[in-house]
């Protein structure tokens, strides 16, 4: 069954610090792994990756991507209290019909 | 990127009554669409896959009876929570897949409280 797991369920840092979220991951023929931020409501996109050791950066945000092990991180720098919210970590494998694999999400809390 | 509607963005209903929720892809014909549900502190849990023309392939555990799926055209795919109950109160997203929008696309999400 194809399973994308998250880690931590939970943080909380201070503004400024460094957070790195995780994202592991079993699929059938995987094609390809999304980062997404929730706030209250729908997800909105922040990075997609298909290929191991590229690191894709947007801003303080940074993602990359294992193929090997199976994993991925998401790393935010200088956080701010904007950047509390739900990062959802999702897998799409060519064998499913389009669908996205959801794992559980991280919830960030930034304090001032 | 491709854009997605969503509509109603809040719904309250009583128990027992249906509710419909509409999702439109506003700038590309999506032959597929998507529903999740997602329940508080919870991550989004696919429903179905909504075809264009067919039939939509509901997941494991999700009763095609009471949510219903209609994707009658190219821009539009409809979810009816028939007969609902407390317990379906949630967040609903449709999402469509666009190869301009990095993968997936987003409605704004419906959230259903059923009292």
């Known amino acids: 069954e194809d399973k994308v797991v998250q880690s931590p369920l939970s943080l909380v840092v201070h503004e400024g610090d460094t957070v790195t979220l995780n994202c592991s991951y079993e699929?059938?023929?995987?094609?390809?792994l999304l980062w997404y931020k929730q706030e209250k409501k729908a997800p909105t996109f922040l990075f997609m990756l298909?290929?191991?050791?590229i690191e894709k950066k947007s801003g303080r945000l940074s993602s990359i991507l294992d193929k090997k092990e199976l994993f991925s991180i998401l790393n935010i720098t200088a956080t701010q209290t904007g950047d509390s919210a739900v990062y959802l970590c999702?897998?799409?494998?060519?064998?499913?019909?389009?669908?996205?694999?959801f794992g559980q999400g991280t919830t960030l809390q930034v304090k001032p | 990127g491709a854009v997605v509607s969503q509509h109603p963005s809040r719904v309250i209903c009583k128990s027992g009554t249906s509710v419909k929720i509409e999702c439109r892809s506003l700038?590309?014909?999506?032959?597929?669409m998507f529903w999740y549900r997602q329940f508080p502190k919870q991550s989004l849990m696919l429903m179905a896959t909504?075809?264009?023309?067919?039939?939509?392939?509901?997941e494991q555990g999700v009763e095609k009876d009471k949510f219903l799926i209609n994707h009658a055209s190219l821009t539009l795919s409809t979810l009816t929570v028939t007969s609902a109950h407390p317990e379906d109160s949630s967040f609903y997203i449709c999402?469509?897949?666009?190869?301009?929008?990095?993968?997936?696309?987003f409605g704004s999400g419906t959230r259903l409280t059923v009292v």
């Open positions: 999402s469509v897949s666009s190869r301009r929008s990095y993968g997936y696309t």
């Open positions: 699929v059938t023929n995987f094609r390809s």
């Open positions: 298909t290929s191991s050791g």
């Open positions: 999702a897998v799409y494998g060519s064998s499913n019909t389009g669908k996205l694999i």
């Open positions: 700038d590309f014909q999506a032959t597929t």
């Open positions: 909504s075809n264009e023309g067919s039939k939509a392939t509901y």
